[in-house]
């Protein structure tokens, strides 16, 4: 036990838990981006996805789960980005191969796009989670009509351009801290580029997935 406290309170310790958490919250943006998807489906199909997501006693857990996972995150990822910058020598190497470089740009404002997808989480919930509740009913259940929500937010063009931009960060945050935390899990070298590149491919996956969902609601969603 006396060995685990010291290897958590280490440099190398801490970045073992941003990564680990860094993955367990890019599990959860790909299930909530998948989940999303229904949206296309139809309202029906949407709304009762929610409602089963929501209705059961397990949400609680889960809603602490990602709390927690997040606090530490971002908590562990700021004190670790403000001893990098004083730490910091010179300036990158001209030798360095392309996706070096790549990686040195996304890990230099990763912590000001995880500020940014930090603001945007606290709007989302405001107006999704704590916003207008409509009910609709369906087979004799009634539940909560968030696909009628999310049309009538996407249909505003100032809620949907900041949507859009939110998405273009997460895409930069996701893009190089996916490939980092599998770095700083011991999995893979900082050099390696095949995992910068799929993390680039994860960044473009779930990133894209929600982009496309503001567009269609704004021109297509009410129809």
Not at 21 to 30: A, D, I, K, P
Not at 65 to 73: D, I, K, Q, S, W
Not at 91 to 102: D, I, L, V
Request: a positive charge; glycine letters at 12%.
């Amino acid at each position: 036990m006396a060995h685990l406290k010291t290897f958590l309170k280490s440099s190398v310790g801490r970045k073992f838990l941003v990564g680990l958490t860094g993955l367990g919250l890019s599990g959860f943006v790909l299930t909530h981006m998948a989940g999303n998807m229904l949206m296309f489906v139809g309202p029906e199909a949407y709304n009762t996805y929610g409602h089963k997501l929501t209705s059961t006693p397990l949400i609680y857990l889960a809603e602490a789960g990602l709390l927690a996972m997040f606090v530490v995150h971002m908590g562990l990822a700021l004190k670790l980005a403000l001893e990098n910058k004083q730490a910091r020598g010179t300036g990158p190497s001209q030798n360095a191969s392309n996706c070096e470089k790549n990686a040195r740009f996304g890990s230099r404002y990763m912590a000001l796009t995880g500020i940014l997808v930090l603001a945007f989480i606290v709007l989302h919930l405001i107006s999704f989670k704590y916003g207008t509740y409509y009910s609709v009913n369906y087979q004799g259940v009634e539940m909560r009509d968030l696909h009628r929500l999310v049309v009538e937010k996407f249909k505003s063009p100032l809620y949907s351009g900041w949507y859009l931009f939110s998405m273009i960060v997460l895409f930069v945050h996701l893009a190089h801290g996916f490939s980092a935390a599998f770095q700083s899990l011991g999995f893979f070298s900082v050099r390696n580029c095949l995992i910068k590149k799929i993390g680039w491919a994860f960044a473009l996956l779930v990133a894209g997935g929600f982009f496309i969902q503001p567009i269609y609601g704004y021109f297509y969603g009410g129809n």
